[in-house]
Each structure stands twice: as structure tokens, then as C-alpha cells.
């Protein structure tokens, strides 16, 4: 391939891809996976990805790169008092298990299955941005604790490995029900994508190991070459959105957030 018609449209989509997921991460407390995803989707096929690989590269890189937006958003959000550390550090050990346990069921379906699978979970979580009454109706007085914090922990783990994402959307939700503000909620979310991607990144490389036909530049279902230049703009532009969601309003940031996730869901239906 030559650099200017092959690979120069593929890398400025990957840079713009890397610098949305970055805001994105920062202003949500996602790990950015809901941006990387469909970007991936639409660009692995330039870089000669196969179909029937495809969402399998898409979410397996995109848990690569949560692990370095994760860890820029959480530093801000910290420093903004915003950091619920007793959360990160009793849920994580449930975490690690149930995404290890979503990168081996995510080896075992197909990836139309996983793209389908990753659609119905976005739109799920925009209805609840979206419906003031379904947040009333959610509300209780405490975060789980004993077996409800290891299943829920373990359910948040598990559907993050299948979806490519950092967890931070799904720890938002369940931070936001049990009564936390949503800046508390975002900026505590924004630390589980890193405990989250290290050992889902390893799971998809080794469920994807001796797989023929994957991109260059890939480990397993990682391709790493797309995996740095995301990350090369991501952690640029994370602080950026830590400050853009601390100046919005509660109500405008759940809106915001509904409506992206809804366009994310068709994306990914479309290209299923």
C-alpha cells in the first residue's frame, strides 16, 4: 500500500476517532470504547480486516485504548475531588472476573452476534438518560453491598468485555440510581476503565492468537497500529472534556449523553 491513497484517509480517521473518544471519555467517564467501536467498524476495512473478524478487532482494540484514556480522565477527575476511590477499589476485584469471563463468551459468538450485542446495550442506556421518569423509578438509598455489589460488579465486567467499552456508562447508570450526583458518578466511572481494559485487552488477545487473516500490526483480536494512534489523541484531548462536563448542568450532561448513545446504536446495527 502506498501512504498517501492507502493509509492517509485510515490514520486521520483514526486521530479524529482517538481525539472524540478522549472528550468523550472526560466528559461522560467512559472509557470511550462507545466512540473507538464504530469507528473501527467503518475503518478496520482499509487496513484489511475481514468481515467476520471485524467487530471482534473493533472491540478487542478499543479495550486497548480505554486502558490509557481511562487512566488520563480519572488523574482529572481526581484532581477535581470527583474520585469515589472505596468504589474502584471494593468492585474491582468482581470486575476483572466478569471481564474475563465476557472476553471468553465474546470468542464464542459471531460478530454480528457481538455487534447486535453492543447495539441493544447503547440503547438501553440512552432510554435511561433520556426518561426522567425511568431515573425516578431506579432510585434507592445505597450502592449494593455483599453478594448485590459481586453480581452487579461482575455483570458490569461482562457486559463491558462484550461491548469494547470501559464500563464507565454502566457505572454511571448504577452510581447515578443509587442516588450519587452525576459529576460524582462520571468521574468515579472514569477510573473503572482501566480495571477493567487491562484484562479484557489480554482476553481478546488470546481468544484472537494464530487467527490468519487479521490486519498488520495486530496481537490476536488487538490491532495495536490502530490501538497507538487513538491513543496518541484520546489522552490529548480527555482533559478537555473532564472540564467541559464539570461546566454542564446535570440535566444537559444525561441529554447530551442519551442522544449520542442513540446515534452510536443505529451505527452499529447498520454495519451488523
Known sequence: MTFSADLLLPLLALLGAGAGAGFAGGLFGIGGGFVVVPALVLILPLLGAQPDQLTHVAVGTSLATIIFTSLRAVKS????????????????????????????????????????????????FAIYFLAPKIRASAMVLAMPQGAARAGLAGSLGLVSALLGIGGGTITTVVMSVCGNGIHRAIGTASGMGAIIAIPGTIGFMIIGWGEAGLPWGSVGYVNWAAAGVVILTSVLCAPLGVAMAHKLSEGLLRRVFGIYLIFVGVTMITHA
Open 77 to 124: 477527575h481526581a484532581a477535581r475531588g470527583a474520585v469515589d476511590v472505596d468504589v474502584l477499589k471494593t468492585w474491582a476485584p468482581w470486575v476483572v472476573g466478569g471481564t474475563a469471563l465476557g472476553a471468553l463468551i465474546a470468542g464464542r459468538v459471531t460478530s454480528e452476534t457481538l455487534a447486535l450485542i453492543f447495539a441493544i446495550g447503547v440503547f438501553a
